[in-house]
């Protein structure tokens, strides 16, 4: 009959869009990978933090002023040299030395802040104590290495640069590596 | 919704039909599960739709009772998220989208002067599909873990990390996708092969241009998300990483996909609201629909332009803002045709002879809320506003005015519209009209002050929340269980006009014009227009 071989043939078209469009939810997989690759989004790495030029500025040099505090917390916290001259794309290192002058054991975290604010856009930490917590046993020293590098593009007018960091308590965890100190 | 009890008694009682050849040589259940009939299986799409309706309203009224008073009260968080994500996907797929199709089943044939759907075996499959989709869902609350707590949008990672409940509900989407494919492409054959000669495309009754255009929608979206729930299975169970970060897969790839379903799935929604509105407002304006080419193309229209503003569901995950300027163009634009099909109704109305039976008091009530919804989409649409509202309650208020005082208010004025042709009797006008009114009122205090609240700052899908918000969520519940309640009533006027309604004239609304009502009798006859009409 034709109005049934019609209806089949119309059937038969709509089936095959749907098994289409069911690829097409698929397609989208790469289609996605290849829109944000050209767009640039989907970098785990926030691209401020990538080094956009890793040239060492021989022309500049730049002192960088070392700062230690502690908040709160009974940890003597100094850096081992109180300042260093770097080149600009130069990868340096420094290194602070904190003790717990305590009898219990204490988890710090560190937070770093620049003078000029605007230098810490420039200042590019590739390692740092200050990524992750610092848990220190009674009467524990230990030397905490900071490498980084200046970014080329620095403002000229910016001479010298202080970083400071500031170690807070981090109060759950020392207690729960202390015991209940109550 | 018809009925079981009025066909039979329709037989019995007018003895001069053979029964068997009827009903298909079954009786009783068997009947029922048996039919290819496309009057029986809308009846049991429409009741099947009600039931689900009343089980996602049980777990709306249990997340109200939690939200009534700040802190927990009731249920743990677990089971508060529960209740959030099985009572959006039983209403989005068991109760609205059954319904719309039950309309479908029952007056397609009839408006395109057609004996019956294209495929009536397929039809039955369509249907029965949906009870085991339904059992699946509801069945995953009884697994260890419980019901997957991840919100109606299924989103990953969390769905990658939920128990054998969510292995249910993913079934329960592939079933209930094949059931809207299989029916899609019923009522597409129907509509492209089997209208009455002289039923041009153009003379149609709305109602089956929006079911037409709905259905291709249907057919493509639905493809796409039973391809991004197939994602979550194999990464959940075969080592694949389609939304895994830690194997180099993505989580908002997933958001993407299921958008670009869930877009379209709104107009899917939607579109069949519009047709039903646009059959009832000229009856009871008695003038033909104003704009009538202009509704076809507005309405093709939203259906394109649906597919390319999906991530204004997704302005906050950190895109770039070219691609949040594109999709606020072009979400705003859908405004346009949107406007147009508002204006369309409103100049519909205008200088006809209106009366304000129940029917044309939903459609009224659908004019002015869901114009309200579309505002607030609207605003929604506006990036920077977005990023503030984004997963607060004014988005749950957004689409609970388009989705219930939209698609609902226009499933019921459609019930009390053709419930004389379906059952052969009148409902009772007076019950119908309070059940309107206490409906709108308690719907107003339900979703109104929830904008309030998405204003203020309060999330969505949380179980408890700061004092300050507690005024309006004591509202808000009050309101759920007004409304609650209300459907109730609907529930006895429908059975009551089945079991003791006064006998309907062949034609109760004056205005009305579709075949239906000028070619058919009333109650509409088990098999109509087995020779088709010839239309002028
Ligand atoms: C003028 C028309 C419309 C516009 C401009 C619009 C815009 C939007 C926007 C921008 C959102 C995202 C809000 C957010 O999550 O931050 C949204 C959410 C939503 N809209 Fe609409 N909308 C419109 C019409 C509709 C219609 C007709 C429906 C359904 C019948 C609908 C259903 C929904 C749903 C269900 C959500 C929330 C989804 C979720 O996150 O769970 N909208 N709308
Ligand atoms: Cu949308």
């Not at chain 1, 070392?66 to 290194?95: C, I, M, Q, Y």
């Not at chain 2, 085991?132 to 009884?142: K, R, V, W």
């Amino acid at each position: 009959m034709s109005l049934e071989r019609q209806n089949r043939r119309t059937f038969l078209r709509f089936a095959l869009i749907a098994a289409g469009m069911f690829g097409f939810g698929y397609a989208l997989v790469p289609f996605y990978y290849q829109i944000c690759a050209a767009w640039d989004v989907r970098n785990i790495e926030s691209r401020a933090e990538r080094p956009a030029n890793t040239q060492v500025d021989l022309g500049r040099t730049v002192t960088v002023e070392l700062d230690s505090n502690t908040h709160k917390l009974p940890w003597s916290f100094r850096p081992l040299v109180k300042h260093v001259a770097v080149h600009p794309g130069e990868v340096a290192t420094v290194e602070y030395e904190v003790t717990n002058t305590r009898g219990v054991p204490i988890t710090g975290q560190a937070i770093a802040s620049y003078g000029p604010q605007l230098a810490g856009e420039y200042f590019r930490k590739f390692e740092c104590f200050c990524f992750t917590q610092q848990t220190l046993q009674p009467g524990e020293t230990r030397r905490l290495p900071v490498v980084f590098v200046i970014d080329p593009k620095l403002p000229r007018d910016v001479n010298s640069i202080a970083l400071s960091y500031t170690f807070f308590e981090v109060e759950g965890r020392s207690a729960a590596a202390a015991g209940d100190r109550s | 919704m018809s009925s079981v009890v009025d066909s039979h008694d329709h037989d019995h009682a007018h003895g001069g039909h053979d029964h068997h050849d009827h009903h298909g040589g079954y009786s009783g259940v068997m009947r029922w599960i048996t039919t290819t009939n496309h009057k029986d299986i809308g009846t049991m799409y429409l009741w099947f739709s009600f039931m689900m309706f009343m089980v996602g309203g049980v777990m709306a009224l249990a997340i109200r009772l939690e939200l009534f008073s700040p802190g927990m009260q009731f249920f743990n968080p677990d089971q508060f998220n529960q209740f959030i994500t099985m009572h959006g996907l039983i209403m989005v797929f068991g109760a609205i989208m059954p319904a719309f199709v039950g309309f479908a089943n029952w007056q397609i044939p009839m408006m395109i002067g057609a004996p019956d759907m294209a495929f009536a075996r397929l039809n039955n499959w369509s249907f029965w599909l949906l009870p085991f989709a339904g059992t699946l869902l509801i069945l995953s609350f009884f697994t260890p873990g419980g019901a997957p707590g991840v919100g109606w949008t299924l989103y990953a990672p969390l769905t990658v990390q939920m128990g054998i409940g969510m292995d249910l509900t993913i079934f329960a989407v592939h079933i209930l996708g094949m059931s809207s494919i299989l029916g899609s492409i019923n009522i597409i054959t129907t509509i492209l092969n089997m209208r009455a000669p002289g039923m041009t495309l153009m003379k149609m009754p709305l109602f089956c241009w929006t079911w037409l255009i709905t259905a291709y929608l249907l057919v493509a979206a639905m493809p796409v998300l039973a391809g991004a729930v197939t994602m979550t299975l194999t990464d959940r169970h075969f080592g694949t990483t389609f939304f895994n970060a830690a194997g180099g897969g993505d989580p908002v790839l997933y958001q993407h996909i299921f958008w670009f379903f869930g877009h379209p799935e709104v107009y899917i929604i939607a579109l069949p609201a519009f047709g039903v509105i646009s059959q009832v407002i000229p009856a009871f304006s008695r003038k033909p629909l104003f704009g009538y080419a202009s509704m076809v193309y507005a309405t093709s229209a939203i259906a394109i332009l649906s597919f390319i503003v999906w991530a204004h569901h997704m302005y906050t995950v950190g895109m770039p803002v070219t691609g949040q300027l594109f999709f606020m163009y072009a979400t705003t634009l859908i405004a346009v045709p949107t406007g147009v099909k508002v204006f369309n109704w409103v100049a519909t109305m205008w200088k006809g002879s209106l009366t304000f039976e129940t029917p044309m008091l939903f459609a009224l009530g659908f004019l002015f809320l869901f114009t309200l919804g579309g505002f607030t989409g609207l605003v929604l649409s506006l990036v920077p506003v977005d990023i503030q509202l984004h997963d607060t309650y004014y988005v749950v208020a957004h689409f609970h005015y388009v989705m219930v005082a939209g698609a609902l208010f226009s499933a019921f004025a459609g019930v009390y519209f053709w419930l004389p042709k379906w059952t052969g009797k009148m409902y009772d006008e007076k019950l119908g009209q309070v059940h309107f009114w206490l409906t709108l009122i308690f719907f107003n205090m339900i979703f109104f002050v929830q904008h309030f609240l998405g204003m203020a700052g309060m999330p969505r899908r949380i179980p408890d929340y700061p004092l300050m918000f507690e005024t309006w969520n004591k509202i808000s519940s009050i309101g759920a269980f007004g409304f609650g309640l209300t459907q109730l009533l609907f529930l006895y006027i429908v059975l009551k006009c089945i079991r003791s309604g006064e006998p309907a004239p062949q034609k109760p609304w004056e205005g009305a014009d579709s075949l239906e009502w000028t070619h058919l009798p009333t109650p509409a006859p088990y098999h109509s227009f087995e020779t088709q009409p010839v239309v002028k």
